[in-house]
């Protein structure tokens, strides 16, 4: 990919061509068992590029064609347009393998998935302009901050803003952007779904963790986005948005935030996972210095090879049961409460904690030679770092939330 001092540009953007989408008899054909077995059968392919991934900044364009074919993409778009709609519990076994071999390619892949299930929750002319149109699904970021400039205008808004944190730009055909109504009382946060071409993508994403995501910044400079288009973010998060009301199934109607804590943490799962997938092997080659003794011989090594593969079990339990916990609530006749999304909330970014203390813990034991560049583990502890900078993996605020909820104090944060 070329970069100039201006960024991306837009015709060096990776967008899909036909024969990455599946037919419709490939998807009415397509299990959940199968997507699975797709995705696992990536990970020696996926690990492979890892490296080159991260000096690229970006996932690699071959994986992520291979990526493309398995039919992962369509995971959440509704049934009405083609899509698969499988269950959560598939889209963390399906995005489990690609994490454990690439923290970054599983972060885009996750959160690629994911935001087809925002544009889900957007109206419904919107889903007949890209489900039902020239794109089966959207390869697209979802930013929020800080929130763009909305200015409404006869049809529709016009939208300017710088936003940062654009996971999927680099590949994207669309983006998901937030936007605010200066002036408005009550203060709204709107989301937009605009084309890719609409924006600029500069070149930003200079990192010492999840480089590979290819995250830069998204710029977009005055642009009509037709109301059709926009949705209020705040029916998002307590699960009423569109989806809610167009589809019967559950998963159309779960609250935003947990399901969104959710997909960020499977990679920092995988990863935890593969650190200590590779820890276990080293054991067995690596010799104590200065002498014929393996590692796997000492007891130290044996307690942390297992304490480290204790949290990453515990870590994916507890993602599951969040997973599962948000479907049960869309479930419902009556919205979650919000110290319902609190306690689950918690519950992902002391997942997150946990994957972050066994990568820890692997890398302590690992001795000097894990830090080349080439290592998996070096790389998974940068990665996981990272990752567990994400807003909604703030520890320190999550506990305070949950704890302000359960003495019946109002949440002092957004992030609910």
């Known amino acids: 990919m070329r970069v100039t001092d201006k960024g991306y540009p837009q015709a060096d953007r990776r967008i899909p061509k036909g024969d990455d989408f599946l037919s419709r008899a490939e998807l009415e054909s397509l299990t959940p068992q199968e997507l699975v077995r797709r995705t696992t059968e990536l990970k020696p392919m996926i690990a492979a590029h890892a490296r080159e991934c991260e000096i690229l900044r970006r996932p690699v364009d071959k994986v992520w064609a291979a990526i493309r074919r398995t039919g992962v993409f369509y995971h959440f778009v509704p049934k009405v347009y083609g899509g698969l709609e499988f269950d959560v519990d598939t889209f963390i076994d399906a995005m489990l393998p690609i994490g454990e071999a690439c923290a970054s390619t599983g972060w885009v892949t996750s959160f690629s998935v994911e935001h087809n299930w925002m544009l889900s929750q957007f109206p419904k002319a919107v889903q007949d302009e890209t489900f039902g149109g020239a794109f089966p699904y959207v390869i697209a970021p979802g930013v929020t901050?800080?929130?763009?400039?909305?200015?409404?205008?006869?049809?529709?808004?016009?939208?300017?803003?710088?936003?940062?944190?654009?996971?999927?730009v680099m590949h994207a055909d669309w983006v998901l952007v937030t936007g605010m109504v200066p002036g408005?009382?009550?203060?709204?946060?709107?989301?937009?779904?605009?084309?890719?071409?609409?924006?600029?993508?500069?070149?930003?994403?200079?990192?010492?963790?999840?480089?590979?995501?290819?995250?830069?910044?998204?710029?977009?400079?005055?642009?009509?986005?037709?109301?059709?288009?926009?949705?209020?973010?705040?029916?998002?998060?307590?699960?009423?948005a569109y989806g809610a009301r167009l589809y019967d199934?559950?998963?159309?109607?779960?609250?935003?935030?947990?399901?969104?804590?959710?997909?960020?943490?499977?990679p920092a799962v995988g990863a935890a996972r593969g650190a200590v997938a590779a820890f276990r092997e080293r054991l067995s080659v690596r010799n104590?210095?200065?002498?014929?003794?393996?590692?796997?011989?000492?007891?130290?090594?044996?307690?942390?090879?297992?304490?480290?593969?204790?949290?990453?079990?515990?870590?994916?339990?507890?993602?599951?049961?969040?997973?599962?916990?948000n479907v049960a609530l869309g479930a419902r006749e009556t919205p979650a409460s919000i110290p319902e999304?609190?306690?689950?909330?918690?519950?992902?970014?002391?997942?997150?904690?946990?994957?972050?203390?066994?990568?820890?813990?692997?890398?302590?034991?690992?001795?000097?030679?894990?830090?080349?560049?080439?290592?998996?583990?070096?790389?998974?502890?940068?990665?996981?770092?990272?990752?567990?900078?994400?807003?909604?993996?703030?520890?320190?605020?999550?506990?305070?939330?949950?704890?302000?909820?359960?003495?019946?104090?109002?949440?002092?944060?957004?992030?609910?």
């Open 249 to 266: 199934n559950p998963i159309y109607r779960m609250p935003m935030l947990p399901f969104l804590a959710v997909t960020a943490a499977i």
């Open 184 to 240: 408005e009382t009550p203060p709204r946060i709107l989301f937009f779904a605009l084309p890719a071409r609409d924006v600029s993508v500069p070149d930003t994403w200079h990192v010492d963790g999840m480089a590979g995501t290819g995250s830069n910044d998204i710029v977009a400079d005055d642009v009509f986005v037709p109301g059709h288009r926009v949705m209020d973010m705040g029916d998002m998060r307590t699960g009423t």
């Open 341 to 416: 999304r609190i306690e689950l909330r918690l519950m992902v970014a002391e997942a997150m904690g946990q994957c972050r203390e066994a990568i820890s813990i692997i890398c302590e034991a690992s001795g000097a030679g894990s830090h080349f560049l080439d290592n998996p583990i070096q790389r998974a502890l940068r990665d996981v770092n990272v990752m567990a900078n994400h807003v909604v993996y703030d520890l320190d605020g999550a506990r305070e939330l949950h704890g302000r909820a359960l003495i019946g104090l109002p949440p002092n944060s957004p992030v609910v």
């Open 288 to 325: 104590l210095h200065g002498t014929e003794t393996k590692q796997a011989e000492k007891p130290a090594a044996q307690m942390r090879l297992a304490r480290a593969d204790f949290l990453a079990k515990s870590a994916e339990m507890l993602v599951r049961h969040v997973a599962r916990a």
């Open 145 to 168: 901050m800080p929130p763009g400039t909305a200015k409404p205008v006869e049809g529709g808004y016009r939208l300017s803003g710088h936003w940062k944190w654009g996971t999927c």
